[in-house]
T-cell receptor, first 111, second 114 residues
Framework: GDSVTQMEGPVTLSEEAFLTINCTYTATGYPSLFWYVQYPGEGLQLLLKATKADDKGSNKGFEATYRKETTSFHLEKGSVQVSDSAVYFCALRVRGNQFYFGTGTSLTVIP | EAGVAQSPRYKIIEKRQSVAFWCNPISGHATLYWYQQILGQGPKLLIQFQNNGVVDDSQLPKDRFSAERLKGVDSTLKIQPAKLEDSAVYLC????????????FGPGTRLTVL
């Protein structure tokens, strides 16, 4: 069935370090892919999305490229800040407007 | 644009009691979702509505959970009777019908079952 597998956390980085959070998916057809972020005490927010192969989603310095050949959508940021500390969820959307979420990766950035 | 509204924000009940959650989606959004998010896990879809019809309720524990979306707008999710393992955050989300559209989430209701 359709599913998302995310890199397990927690991840702890120093400020200005490079971030990669791995995400791979299994889906039939042509899913859309998303990264959501959940800041402490807040609800889920869309961070970025990509709707077809080779698309790159970007927002707030974060990027992810939809790789159909490797069924991946890894999240990257070149220089993290303390304010990026949050839980990050990879998700896919398939036919019928159905969404599947990964288990989340907790990121803590220390000054 | 107003976001997805949910109430209450917090609820504490004892096991075997009943509880209901309310959700008001973004105006014009035809699709409404209820998710259960247990601490440390990703959201798990409980039920998905398209207007007032159910699209997917395969993971809804129907012996104790029920949901409705009358008139295709607001929705309520009920648990009766609650169990300890129902302690979680219940998230409501909505999306419009375009194939590339994302979901917008409400703040969630944190349920604690004692």
């Amino acid at each position: 069935g359709d599913s998302v597998t995310q890199m397990e956390g927690p991840v702890t980085l120093s400020e200005e370090a490079f971030l990669t959070i791995n995400c791979t998916y299994t889906a039939t057809g042509y899913p859309s892919l998303f990264w959501y972020v959940q800041y402490p005490g807040e609800g889920l927010q869309l961070l970025l999305k990509a709707t077809k192969a080779d698309d790159k989603g970007s927002n707030k310095g974060f990027e992810a490229t939809y790789r159909k050949e490797t069924t991946s959508f890894h999240l990257e940021k070149g220089s993290v800040q303390v304010s990026d500390s949050a839980v990050y969820f990879c998700a896919l959307r398939v036919r019928g407007n159905q969404f599947y979420f990964g288990t989340g990766t907790s990121l803590t950035v220390i000054p | 644009e107003a976001g997805v509204a949910q109430s209450p924000r917090y609820k504490i009940i004892e096991k075997r009691q009943s509880v209901a959650f309310w959700c008001n989606p973004i105006s014009g959004h035809a699709t409404l979702y209820w998710y259960q998010q247990i601490l440390g896990q990703g959201p798990k879809l409980l039920i998905q509505f398209q207007n007032n019809g159910v699209v997917d309720d395969s993971q809804l524990p129907k012996d104790r959970f029920s949901a409705e979306r009358l008139k295709g707008v607001d929705s309520t999710l009920k648990i009766q009777p609650a169990k300890l393992e129902d302690s979680a955050v219940y998230l409501c989300a909505s999306s419009s019908s375009g194939i590339y559209n994302e979901q917008f989430f409400g703040p969630g209701t944190r349920l604690t079952v004692l």
